[in-house]
């Protein structure tokens, strides 16, 4: 039996769903006042104190639990991270209210395209974040958070959906994410804020989780196949041929 937090029915109406709606955007908010004031543990640790339900259930469930609430989890990290960038009062109000929709409108939501634009922000808001605050790690530290964060971005994917392989599917995202940040780790390049990596694996991934929804949909004919890739191969050529190979790389031995 698949038992997990994330599973559970959530209050749809009523004084629970308000309370619920409340308790979210003090999160947000309490997360921000903590950047605001410079105590960074703090937010960090209310992130992590949100899913204390995680643990409510029987120890054997408790890494089924965390892997569903993993993307929840990135997406909270990442809007801390994106908080202590920026030292705007403003601009960090404007990340909690994001932080806010997330929590309220975006997360809540069940259906497969809803699943998939969540997985899709975690791992791009995940990755971005990562490079932002962490560029001068380590590249065996950089490869492999790259590799959790896509590969649990690619199981809660695949959730929704009745896929056998699903681990299988994710193991091999995630690979992919590690091995392309392997190598163009090696020369950091940024476009404003965003690294080259994030930007690379977020239409990839956008595109492949396209193509797989429709063909589980039974709506991904040959020539909606050859237009995705199409797509998908052109921006990444552009990306890579006209990106700035000089003046704006971040060099790692």
Known sequence: MKVSVSSRSRPKQGFAH?????????????????VQIGIVPLAIGMVLLSKWRM?????????????????????????VAFMLHTLSPG????????????????????????IGLQALAGQALGLWSLFLVWKDAPLVGLVFVVWLISYLSARHYFSTFDEMRAPMFAHVWGYFGAAL?????????????????????????????SLYYLD???????LVRRQFVFIMVAIVVVILVFSGWGDVTIRRV
Not at 55 to 79: K, T
Not at 183 to 206: C, D, E, K, N, S
Not at 216 to 222: D, E, I, M, N, P
């Open 18 to 34: 308000y309370a619920h709606v409340l308790l979210n955007v003090l999160l947000a908010l309490l997360v921000y006042v903590f």
């Open 55 to 79: 643990f409510a259930l029987r120890p054997r469930y408790w890494l089924l639990n965390l892997r569903s609430n993993a993307v929840d989890i990135i997406v909270g990290l990442s809007f």
């Open 91 to 114: 601009l960090r109000a404007l990340l909690a209210v994001a932080y806010a929709g997330w929590l309220v409108l975006l997360k809540p939501r069940s259906s497969a395209p809803m």
């Open 181 to 209: 940040t392997w190598v163009l780790g090696r020369w950091l390049i940024f476009y404003g804020q965003i690294a080259q990596p994030t930007l690379i694996m977020t239409v990839l991934g956008f595109g492949m989780a």
């Open 216 to 222: 589980h949909q039974g709506r991904l004919s040959s």
